[in-house]
Structures are given as C-alpha cells and as structure tokens.
C-alpha cells in the first residue's frame, strides 16, 4: 500500500566476502543499488530515473535484500537482484503498490469540494453579471425605463387550392392476406 515500506528479500542470510549485489528496476533495466563486499561498498543510486527513489531505497548489509520506504504508485514494477559470488543466482520480482482507499476517498473528497467551489463562483459570477445589467436599466431616479414595441401586422395573399375538382370517382376494393395462408 503506498507510503508503507516493502523488504525485497534475496533469501539469503549472510553475505560472503566476494559477494557482488546487483539490484535494478524497469526495462530496460537500470541500476538503483549495489554492494560490493569485496570493496567494501554500498551504494544507492538515487539520482537515477529522474530521481524517482531519491532518499528511499536502503540496503541490508548482511544479506542484500532491498528496503523501499515511503512507497509510491510508481514504484511498482519489476526488480531483479543478482547475486555474483561463489556460483550466479538471480531473483526476480514483481511489485504493485496501490493506493488505499481512504486515501481514494481523501482525494474524492478534495475534487467534490473544488468542484463545488468552482461552481458557486461561477454562479456568483453570473449573479453579478445579471444585477450588473438590471441596475443599468434604471434611470437617476431609481425608476426602471420600460420601451414598448409595436405589433405590426401584414396582409398576404390568400393562395390557390391545388386539388382539383372530379367528375368521377372509382371506388376499388382492398383485399389483406394472412401471412399463415397464401
């Protein structure tokens, strides 16, 4: 769940003093941590993928696994760890972090609440906008200006029928079939 801490675990309880430890991320993969027990060194590499895992990936020194704290959504992905020492073993693993649901609510939450005020200020806005223009309808005095309009009416031509009168009418009979006899 985002924001907890994941262990990656490389099954094994105790690195020897030729051990290589290689972890990376994504695909193509990138490198985001090592240790070198033969050297001496452990490193993260923080500033890798636009600093995505900046100040949160820790390493166990005694047997390599991967410690992700503060998980984030885009954390989730694939990881491999390879093992170099006496033999080469490599581990694979397939993270998804989600969010909660009271953090799904939290953020539902906020979008309704600035929805909301949007729309009472663009309601606000409109009133305004409204009152704006009643208050110029009225003259110094207070008084509404009212302007009446005439009805003017026009007079056409009254147009022709277009049917035409018949001296004979041939009435024919209709005859519906049934769709189960033909």
């Known amino acids: 769940m985002e924001g907890e801490s994941v262990t990656l675990q490389t099954n094994v309880t105790e690195l020897q003093t030729r051990d290589l430890i290689t972890w990376t991320f994504g695909y193509p993969e990138t490198s985001i941590a090592q240790i070198n ?3 001496g060194n452990v490193s993260t590499y923080d500033g890798v993928l636009d600093g995505r895992f900046r100040d949160r990936l820790k390493l166990d020194n005694q047997t390599g696994s991967l410690i992700i704290t503060d998980t984030r959504t885009t954390d989730s992905g694939n990881y491999t760890v390879i093992i170099k020492g006496t033999k080469s073993t490599t581990y694979r693993f397939n993270l998804t972090v989600y969010v909660s649901a009271s953090q799904k609510i939290l953020i539902s939450a906020a979008a309704a609440g600035f929805l909301l005020i949007v729309a009472a200020v663009g309601i606000y806005w409109i009133y305004r906008r409204h009152r704006k223009t009643d208050q110029e309808e009225t003259d110094q005095t207070g008084n509404e200006e009212i302007t009446y309009a005439e009805a003017t009416f026009f007079k056409q ?6 049917a035409k009168k018949e001296d004979e ?8 079939r049934n769709g189960s006899n033909p």
């Open 37 to 39: 027990k033969e050297e």
């Open 157 to 162: 031509k009254a147009q022709k029928l277009g």
């Open 169 to 176: 009418v041939v009435y024919a009979d209709v005859v519906t």
